[in-house]
């Protein structure tokens, strides 16, 4: 093997101190979130104990945090069904030319790159001058949509431009359907991409601020809560409620990644059966 | 259909049979539009409703007219006269604008070299997605918990403070690193760098590497070779997160808020301010001043760049 070059040094200490930029924050807090009760919002640590977490868990003087986060995992599950769900219809749509294509790629960058509050505002207004009730579950589940979905579609483009047509072709010289060839071919083909759509959906939703700010109504999801808190809480229990938030979503990061591994490892192993034919 | 052409013999006179099937794929060509039309439709719904037709509300609305408690129908221009007779609207622009651009120059100046030392200093693919994977990891979580983060490091007894003091450099704590430009600066590059390594990254792992070698072996530096093949290159990737860091910035009013303590203000706090107030009329004008802005920059830059190429 080649010897590296002084700049891959050079280049691996920047990237060190890119990850420690990137991650010291979270560590940090992860760390003060263990404060004494008498400790603060910096070091020194006063102590170490679970003060702050079992804070989190007694009855709230501000806030509902346990009925936002059941609120807010909810919508995350509707809007990943969703998204995978419309993203894979979309993608498989955009295979073939159709009136209204560019504008409707259009329209998806636009939703991609809209600023939040706009969307935020105009559904609100939307809701509120047609004589409908703003909730999580109906406005505030469209605009996360308007968030989620363009992230779906390009991973689908993505996909689909890397996919060997022959194998479907070699399907439907078989005989299979137009709906077989979708249900036996493409879709195991993209099931380990599905994984990455769903979960773009899930955490994407399930940390979404801007675009539910105005659109959520009266019961909050966990992101406005904890954005409440901000401005009213002044003690460790914000770092322990960001602790266990971040945890959870690294969980779910880990569930879905370890998925996709699972999946492309059991394709690995198991997807081709060449020279295992009856000769 | 595609693999009968293929396969068919040169040399046989195209029969009946052929004409017939012609005429099929054509037929064939108008019902799968359709199909697809409909496969479409569910996000054809889902952006009609939470998309075009909110935009529409807040272009009417922006000519309504605003009282101290309700909004009333009307169509008055005396919203966009406000605003663009307004000091405060340039300034708030501009200021904007300035936090787009620094923005823009720290996270490509970091993502370029990230994405550089991914594609071509990690050799082996499990360790480039190992480490892109905790490159992106962040972004799936939460914004308003990554802000909150920079408390314990920036505040007045803060890391950074007590660090700075211990060796020397200052001797009474320093008041601009909370609640400052700096601060919301520096939280901009922590969330949105991302944004710029991923589509540098995506293009640069596309560069055949033997452009490179045949340019070493035509006596390019290292120097050269960066700036005359990888860089031109990787133009798509680079367009690709300008795109989203600018608008992303562009757009943000949480970051600007909480970062600068209120202290600083941009158009997103403009129009987050003037909901608060309940005054939607004035709120609407200054979000349509701000998506053009922003479709403006975007179609500028889609002119560099075609987005489903890269992909």
């Known amino acids: 093997m080649e010897r590296r070059p002084r700049s891959f040094y050079v280049l691996a200490t920047f990237f060190g101190l890119f990850l420690l930029f990137l991650y010291g924050p979270t560590i940090t807090i992860a760390i003060l979130s263990f404060q004494g009760p008498g400790g603060g919002l910096t070091f020194p640590m006063r102590g170490m104990s679970f003060y702050w977490f079992s804070d989190l868990f007694e009855q709230q003087a501000v806030g509902d945090i346990w009925g936002s986060f059941r609120r807010s995992f909810a919508l995350g599950l509707m809007v990943m069904m969703t998204t995978v769900v419309v993203s894979v219809m979309a993608g498989l749509a955009f295979r073939q030319r159709f009136p209204g294509a560019d504008l409707l790629f259009y329209l998806i960058i636009t939703s991609l790159v809209i600023p939040s509050i706009l969307i935020s505002l105009g559904v609100g207004l939307m809701f509120s001058q047609s004589g409908l009730d703003v909730h999580w579950s109906t406005s505030g589940f469209g605009s996360q949509l308007t968030w989620t979905l363009p992230f779906g579609i390009l991973i689908m483009f993505a996909v689909f431009n890397r996919f060997e047509k022959s194998y479907e072709e070699a399907a439907r010289d078989l005989g299979a359907s137009n709906w077989q060839t979708v249900r036996y071919v493409v879709l195991p083909i993209i099931a380990p991409s599905l994984i990455g759509v769903a979960l773009f959906g899930f955490t994407l939703s399930y940390d979404e601020f801007a675009r539910t700010l105005l659109t959520a109504g009266s019961y909050n999801t966990l992101p406005l809560e904890i954005y409440g808190m901000t401005t009213n809480v002044t003690t460790p229990v914000l770092y322990a409620l960001g602790t266990l938030t971040t945890g959870f979503s690294f969980l779910i990061i880990g569930a879905f990644l370890g998925i996709a591994w699972r999946s492309n490892r059991r394709r690995a192993r198991a997807g081709s059966d060449a020279g295992k034919g009856l000769i | ?311």
């Open chain 2, 1 to 311: 259909m595609t693999v009968s052409s293929k396969t068919g013999v040169p040399g046989i006179s195209p029969g009946i049979k052929d004409v017939s099937r012609a005429r099929a794929k054509l037929s064939g060509t108008t019902s799968t539009g359709f199909k697809s039309l409909l496969m479409a439709s569910p996000l054809i719904a889902v952006l009609l409703f939470f998309l075009v037709l909110p935009i529409g509300m807040i272009v009417v609305v922006s000519f309504w007219q605003a009282t101290e408690f309700s909004i009333i129908p009307a169509f008055v221009l005396e919203n966009y006269e406000f605003l663009l007779g307004s000091d405060v609207t340039y300034r708030v622009f501009l200021n904007t604008l300035k936090y787009a651009v620094i923005t823009w120059v720290c996270t490509l100046l970091i993502g370029f070299a990230v994405a550089y030392f991914l594609a071509f200093h990690v050799r082996s693919l499990t360790w480039q997605i190992t480490l892109f994977l905790l490159c992106t990891i962040p972004f799936w979580t939460s914004n308003i918990i990554r802000m909150i983060s920079w408390i314990p490091f920036l505040g007045r007894n803060g890391i950074a403070n007590s660090t700075l003091i211990s060796l020397g450099v200052i001797e009474e704590p320093v008041e601009w690193l909370l609640f400052s430009d700096f601060a919301v600066i520096l939280a901009f590059v922590h969330l949105y760098t991302l944004f710029m390594i991923v589509p540098i990254f995506n293009t640069m792992m596309r560069i055949d590497h033997s452009l490179i070698e045949a340019a070493r072996d035509a006596g390019a530096s290292g120097a050269q070779i960066l700036w005359n093949v990888i860089i031109p290159l990787s133009k798509p990737g680079i367009m690709i997160g300008t795109i989203f860091v600018l608008t992303l910035v562009m757009g943000d009013f949480i970051t600007v808020r909480f970062m600068s303590g209120s202290q600083s203000a941009n158009v997103g706090r403009l129009i987050s301010n003037d909901v608060a107030l309940l005054q939607y009329p004035s709120a609407a004008a200054t979000a349509v001043v701000l998506l053009l802005t922003v479709l403006i920059v975007i179609g500028i830059l889609l002119r560099f760049v075609d987005i489903r190429k890269e992909l």
